[in-house]
């Protein structure tokens, strides 16, 4: 089975610009997540759908932070403008069911901020 | 208190020694648990689910105590290939996923 899928690897971006992140999730898997991961740290959620609805976005930044899934597959994450403390790696995972099965985990996209 | 705490380490052992880590969380009401692993610069990948029977997988053995609130990993017999960091996750409110911070293991020669 194809894994997640997740553009680009790299990403460097200078303050105050905009960047997109792109996640493409294993087929059949309903839930999506966003997770930021800064060094030395455990993932951090963003932002949780299930389907084409938000289940949980309590700790995304919105007023810099932004994401969609308007089909129910494929996600955007989009951050407007960026700061430096933004400089981290972007995973995206799926699962099967919401919460009670295990996350599959994209290659992730480093961004650095300068 | 953090909702899911694990403690960082490094935790740095000898080939073929015995090594745990717990993980402690803070939601009673959590019903999932599961330990990822994460290579440097590699996405977390699942490890092994915790079963309240408490699991085992060849040298890894993961338990469940809910009185206690913590989870814990056994690793025996340790590998320089099981260098990695450990991380636990745990479903809190909503089925919201949350993961430790992970620990850090270091298997020397």
């Known amino acids: 089975e194809a894994g997640v899928a997740q553009s680009p690897r790299y990403k460097i971006i200078e303050k105050r610009q905009s960047v997109a992140f792109w996640c493409n999730p294993i087929s059949g898997h309903a839930t999506l997540y966003w997770y930021q991961q800064i060094l030395g740290q455990g993932p951090k959620l963003l932002i949780q759908f299930q389907n084409n609805g938000v289940v949980d976005d309590s700790q995304l930044p919105k007023d810099r932070f932004s994401a969609e899934r308007l089909k129910g597959v494929d996600s955007t994450l989009k951050i407007q403008p960026a700061k430096l403390e933004d400089s981290a790696v972007y995973l995206c995972?799926?699962?099967?069911?919401?919460?009670?099965?295990?996350?599959?985990f994209g290659n992730g996209t480093r961004l650095t901020v300068t | 208190r953090k909702e899911v705490e694990q403690d960082p380490g490094p935790f740095n052992v000898p080939e073929g020694a015995t090594v745990a880590f717990n993980c402690t969380y803070s939601n009673s009401a959590s019903q999932s648990f599961f330990w990822y692993r994460q290579d440097c610069r590699k996405e977390p990948k699942l490890l092994m689910s915790?079963?309240?029977s408490g699991n085992e997988d060849g040298r890894f053995t993961a338990q469940l105590n809910r009185a206690s609130q913590y989870i814990s990993l056994l690793i025996r017999d340790s590998k320089l290939s099981d260098s990695a960091t450990y991380l636990c996750v745990v479903t809190g409110g909503g089925n919201k996923l949350t993961f430790g911070t992970g620990t850090q293991l270091k298997v020397e020669l």
């Open positions: 995972a799926s699962s099967l069911v919401q919460g009670n099965s295990p996350l599959h």
């Open positions: 915790v079963y309240s």
